[in-house]
């Protein structure tokens, strides 16, 4: 069946730092979408992503889907501690509403 | 909007009692999705409905599971028997599909509850 890996599984970084989060489907996808969980918290709906190549900025975030649709990056410049939790991405293959979510990477600012 | 409502928010039980999670969705949500979350399999995906109507429930683990959706406004997860390997976060989400003007492509973000935390001892 469909997966979704992310990579890498956590990171550390010290504020101000930049950060980058891949994601990797075993299929290709229809469409993409990022979510972020704070600790304790719930999934929280970032973006999605449609088109092949397609490039997409939310100040500091910078979203990308792959020509091929297989994968996608999230890059965050500059980071603050307010960006620590998990960030997700979830595929969702043609003809279903189902979303396939990654495996999520954990993100540590150290202050 | 109060946003996706779940309750109750903490469940503690014992092995072999049942279970049941409740979900309000977003008024004039179209598609409804109930989630599990654990460490060890991350966020998985047990079923989803449209318009009330179960389209896809090949994620739910075994038998003793079982959602129904008897309403627009509410949908139910139920575990009978619950084992402890059942005991996870459960989040129910919605969202609506709709189109953007002048395009084919569908967007549907989804709106997560707060969650169900279950304990089975």
């Known amino acids: 069946g469909q997966q979704v890996m992310q990579i890498p599984q956590y990171q550390h970084v010290q504020e101000g730092e930049d950060f980058t989060t891949y994601c990797n489907s075993s299929?290709?996808?229809?469409?993409i979408q990022w979510y972020k969980q704070r600790p304790g918290g719930h999934p929280v709906f970032l973006i999605q992503l449609v088109k092949s190549g397609e490039v997409k900025k939310q100040k500091r975030l910078t979203f990308q889907f792959g020509e091929a649709k297989k994968n996608s990056s999230l890059h965050i410049t500059a980071t603050q501690t307010t960006d620590v939790g998990t960030y997700f991405c979830?595929?969702?293959?043609?003809?279903?509403?189902?979303?396939?979510f990654g495996t999520g990477t954990r993100l540590k600012v150290l202050a | 909007d109060a946003g996706v409502i779940q309750s109750p928010r903490h469940e503690v039980t014992e092995m072999g009692q049942e279970v049941t999670l409740r979900c309000k969705p977003i008024s004039g949500h179209d598609y409804l999705f109930w989630y599990r979350q654990t460490m060890m399999r991350g966020l998985e995906l047990l079923i989803y409905?449209?318009?009330?109507?179960?389209?896809?429930d090949s994620g739910m683990p075994e038998d003793r599971f079982s959602a129904k959706m008897p309403n627009a406004s509410f949908s139910t997860l139920k575990i009978q028997p619950s084992e402890p390997r059942d005991s996870a976060v459960y989040f129910c989400a919605s969202s609506l599909v709709y189109r953007v003007s002048g395009t084919s492509r569908n967007y549907n973000e989804q709106f997560f509850g707060p969650g169900t935390r279950l304990t089975v001892l």
């Open positions: 979830a595929g969702r293959a043609s003809g279903t509403y189902k979303y396939i």
């Open positions: 299929t290709t996808l229809s469409n």
């Open positions: 409905f449209n318009n009330n109507v179960p389209i896809d």
